[in-house]
Each structure stands twice: as structure tokens, then as C-alpha cells.
């Protein structure tokens, strides 16, 4: 069955610091990968998004992630994170049959003290 | 961006009472729909795919006959926890496809936070 690991559930930082979480998941054939963020009392928002390309993809806020298919990785990453950056951060693979249903990650808790 | 809606935001009904979600795709139509549940600091967990004029397609586990599925048009699926008991209460979340879009990219709603008394 398709699973979807994060290795981090909680994390904390100070502002400034690098930030990198952890995404791993299991399916043989082709992928779709989002990160996905919950800021405290909003909906989920997309951050970013791979189909094909480049593996190396760059969303909103400053946050990037690389997909390494042998791996099967697609770690988010930022290089310097602000308070604002606290929140929930989930981390998503969609197959290309299925209906395209998301299959997520336990998600990240993200704590950066100012 | 496709943006969606969910109506009522939070409800708090009584134990054996029913109660109907709304999600509604604003301003692109979406032929699928999928419904979550989030339980406190946990991550979502898929209910069911809603197809646009036809049955919805249930999660191993999730009691079809307990939460109704219905998506009648394009724009709005609604969800209708029936019977409701104190273990439904939950935050529920639905998303929509937009087909015109980027292959697989949903676009989430608020979330309706479901407390059962």
C-alpha cells in the first residue's frame, strides 16, 4: 500500500535558522508531490508542487523541495525561516491512476521562536 | 487561485440529529471532490471521493450509510453526517479538482468543525 512518511513531527527553531523536513514515500510508478501548509486557525494551502521537470521546485514564501526518485524523497527546505512560518506542514503524494486521491503525510509541527 | 467554500464554518448539534455540510467550488467547476476528516494534530484522512452525478466512492472503513455523499452539480457537494454521536465530532474538510488546471492540484475549503453534545 502507498504510504507517506515525515520524519519530523515536531520541530522548533529560531528565526534565522535553516529549516529542512523530512518526506518520504512509497510507490513504484509515477508521482505527484505537494508540500502543504496550515497556518494556525486557516485552511490548508498548497506551498508547492512537483509533476515533471526540474526536481529541484521552488514555491511561495521562500520554500523549496527536491525530489530524489531514487530516494523516493521530496524534502522541503528553507533557508531561513521567520515566526510566521509557524505552523502545520503536511507533505503529499497523488498516483497518476486512482482518481488522483492524496495520500499525506502525519504532517509537521512547526514552532520558530522569535 | 480556484478558491472553496465550506458552509457553516462550526456547527454543535445534538447526539442523533443529522447535519449537512456544504462545499462549494466558487469559481471553477469541479467534477471531483474529496472529503476529510482531521482529528487534533493528526493529518487528514480521506472519506470519500464525490463525483459529480454519480455515487461516491467510500475510504475502506468509512460507513456510507453514516455520511451521506451527494454532488449534485458541478459547484457543490454536500456531506451529511446523519445520526450523529459525540465520536463524529471532528474537523471536516473538503477539496475540489479543478479540471482545468494542473493535473492532480486541489484546492482545499475552511474546514467545518463538527461538535456533537
Known amino acids: 500500500a502507498q504510504s507517506v512518511s515525515q520524519h519530523n513531527h515536531h520541530v522548533i527553531l529560531s528565526e534565522a535558522a535553516s529549516l529542512e523536513l523530512g518526506c518520504n514515500y512509497s510507490?513504484?510508478?509515477?508521482?505527484?508531490l505537494f508540500w502543504y501548509v496550515q497556518y494556525p486557525g486557516q485552511h490548508l494551502q498548497l506551498l508547492l508542487k512537483y509533476f515533471s521537470g526540474d526536481p529541484l521546485v521552488k514555491g511561495i514564501k521562500g520554500f523549496e523541495a527536491e525530489f530524489i526518485k531514487s530516494k523516493f524523497s521530496f524534502n522541503l527546505r528553507k533557508p531561513s525561516v521567520q515566526w510566521s512560518d509557524t505552523a502545520e506542514y503536511f507533505c503529499a503524494v497523488q498516483n497518476a491512476g486512482n482518481n488522483r486521491k492524496l495520500i499525506w503525510g502525519l504532517g509537521t509541527s512547526l514552532a520558530v521562536n522569535p | 487561485g480556484a478558491v472553496v467554500s465550506q458552509h457553516p464554518s462550526w456547527v454543535i448539534c445534538k447526539s442523533g440529529t443529522s447535519v449537512k455540510i456544504e462545499c462549494r467550488s466558487l469559481d471553477f467547476q469541479a467534477t471531483t471532490m474529496f472529503w476529510y476528516r482531521q482529528f487534533p494534530k493528526q493529518s487528514l484522512m480521506l472519506m470519500a471521493t464525490?463525483?459529480?452525478?454519480?455515487?461516491?466512492?467510500?475510504e475502506q472503513g468509512v460507513e456510507k450509510d453514516k455520511f451521506l455523499i451527494n454532488h449534485a452539480s458541478l459547484t457543490l457537494s454536500t456531506l451529511t453526517v446523519t445520526s450523529a454521536h459525540p465520536e463524529d465530532s471532528s474537523f471536516y474538510i473538503c477539496s475540489a479538482r479543478d479540471p482545468g488546471g494542473r493535473l492532480g492540484e486541489q484546492y482545499f475549503g475552511p474546514g467545518t468543525r463538527l461538535t456533537v453534545t
Open positions: 510507490y513504484g510508478g509515477t508521482v505527484n
Open positions: 464525490s463525483n459529480e452525478g454519480s455515487k461516491a466512492t467510500y
